[in-house]
T-cell receptor
Framework: GIQVEQSPPDLILQEGANSTLRCNFSDSVNNLQWFHQNPWGQLINLFYIPSGTKQNGRLSATTVATERYSLLYISSSQTTDSGVYFCAGREDTGTASKLTFGTGTRLQVTL | DTGVSQDPRHKITKRGQNVTFRCDPISEHNRLYWYRQTLGQGPEFLTYFQNEAQLEKSRLLSDRFSAERPKGSFSTLEIQRTEQGDSAMYLC????????????FGPGTRLTVT
């Protein structure tokens, strides 16, 4: 099956710091998505980014599909950014099948 | 669009009981997915519907699990004879279909089997 790996597994930041989260994925993974899971378990869509770069406020993401990685940048972090960040990819089988998730990066932003 | 909704949000049941969860996708989304998430892990795929047809099932979906989407709108996931290992968050997602693959998730149903 396809592989999705995230690093680092845990990250502690002071408020105001910047961070980069990485997602490596195997061949035949596409349609990459980034999610933030809040403390209540809700998965919130951050980016749908099969390739290229997107920005949304303090967050931006870049996917280099040819090198099979994606990066999520968080700038000027806030305590509300705390939670678990997941990347997930869909196997390129030509059908609209499942997402495979990484194991997540747990981010804690402290005052 | 209203988002994906799930009911109930929490369920506590005793081992051996049957439970049923409901998912209402975003309107006009014809593809619906169920995932399960255990503590410290990412969500894992269980099953997928396109309209009312169940097109894919994971090996995680034992014969105690059944899912339906009778009219191609809402879906139900039933677990029979629950076991403590079934304790998890059950997540539902939907996507519009066609060439659009971005999935949107509901708030989940947290199941605790005692």
């Amino acid at each position: 099956g396809i592989q999705v790996e995230q690093s680092p597994p845990d990250l502690i930041l002071q408020e105001g710091a910047n961070s980069t989260l990485r997602c490596n994925f195997s061949d035949s993974v596409n349609n990459l998505q980034w999610f933030h899971q809040n403390p209540w378990g809700q998965l919130i869509n951050l980016f749908y980014i099969p390739s290229g770069t997107k920005q949304n406020g303090r967050l931006s993401a870049t996917t280099v599909a040819t090198e099979r990685y994606s990066l999520l940048y968080i700038s000027s972090s806030q305590t509300t950014d705390s939670g678990v960040y997941f990347c997930a990819g869909r196997e390129d089988t030509g059908t609209a099948s499942k997402l495979t998730f990484g194991t997540g990066t747990r981010l804690q932003v402290t005052l | 669009d209203t988002g994906v909704s799930q009911d109930p949000r929490h369920k506590i049941t005793k081992r051996g009981q049957n439970v049923t969860f409901r998912c209402d996708p975003i309107s006009e989304h014809n593809r619906l997915y169920w995932y399960r998430q255990t503590l410290g892990q990412g969500p894992e795929f269980l099953t997928y519907f396109q309209n009312e047809a169940q097109l894919e099932k994971s090996r995680l979906l034992s014969d105690r699990f059944s899912a339906e989407r009778p009219k191609g709108s809402f879906s139900t996931l039933e677990i029979q004879r629950t076991e403590q290992g079934d304790s998890a968050m059950y997540l539902c997602a939907s996507t519009r279909g066609g060439a659009v693959y971005e999935q949107y998730f509901g708030p989940g149903t947290r199941l605790t089997v005692t």
